[in-house]
């Protein structure tokens, strides 16, 4: 909760703070922003509606989604950054499939990112960096994941790895899954489950009570 509180004061006015939190900062001939945004809609792994769904349909129709929202010409996008964990390559391949399917042309470049659970954020900030260098001026940023068509226990075949390490802790630690780790992180920071369960329950109350009221609808690229 304090890593929560400490985020949502970013966005209030605070003088303490380094954020242009609460008020507009001067507009520059340098600003990096944002024009358009488009998702679709989350579903449950193994079991909902997109459990046999590829990467580059879930793509294709949000790519197309942003370019009508924005108005831009597709053929004006320089480079579209796509973060992934499950796929090889970073889904790179389904990406750039994505992209033809969408309607950019061969000239608009397609990279695949994987910064783990960071890896649509890292997207974000690798166009942004891109543009405000002078590199492109304008790009497309996401991420796409399919826990259904993915296996986060083949990332790495302990069989092939070196002894040394396994001889080194830190590096050793690499191989721990992600539930272990949360659960170390949860006794470190004395998260009880309990205190967890409360979360997701709001959480999932909040998501409903958007979906009930359409607030999100806008957000959301339905497609078949």
Not at 26 to 31: A, E, G, S, V
Not at 52 to 60: F, H, I, N
Request: proline share 3%.
């Amino acid at each position: 909760m304090e890593r929560i509180n400490q985020l949502n004061s970013q966005f209030r006015a605070n003088k303490g703070s380094s954020f242009n939190s609460g008020k507009n900062a001067p507009k520059r001939d340098d600003d990096v922003v944002i024009i358009g945004l488009a998702r679709t809609a989350m579903t449950r792994a193994k079991k909902g509606s997109q459990r046999d769904t590829g990467t580059e349909a879930m793509l294709k129709p949000v790519l197309e989604a942003v370019a009508k929202q924005s108005g831009i010409d597709k053929a004006l996008v320089e480079d579209i950054c796509i973060g992934n964990v499950l796929q090889s390559g970073a889904g790179s391949t389904n990406a750039r499939m994505a992209g033809f399917l969408a309607g950019y042309p061969e000239t608009t470049c397609v990279q695949g990112i994987n910064r783990l659970c960071s890896s649509g954020l890292q997207a974000v900030a690798t166009i942004a960096n891109a543009i405000a260098s002078g590199e492109i001026s304008m790009g497309i940023a996401g991420g796409v994941e399919s826990m259904s068509n993915g296996n986060m226990m083949d990332a790495v075949n302990p069989n092939l790895l070196s002894e040394e390490v396994f001889e080194n802790e830190l590096a050793q630690n690499c191989l721990m899954p992600m539930g272990i780790t949360s659960e170390n992180v949860a006794a470190q920071f004395g998260v009880d489950r309990a205190t967890q369960d409360a979360l997701a329950v709001s959480s999932h109350q909040k998501a409903a009570l958007s979906l009930k009221n359409g607030w999100s609808k806008t957000e959301i690229t339905p497609y078949e």
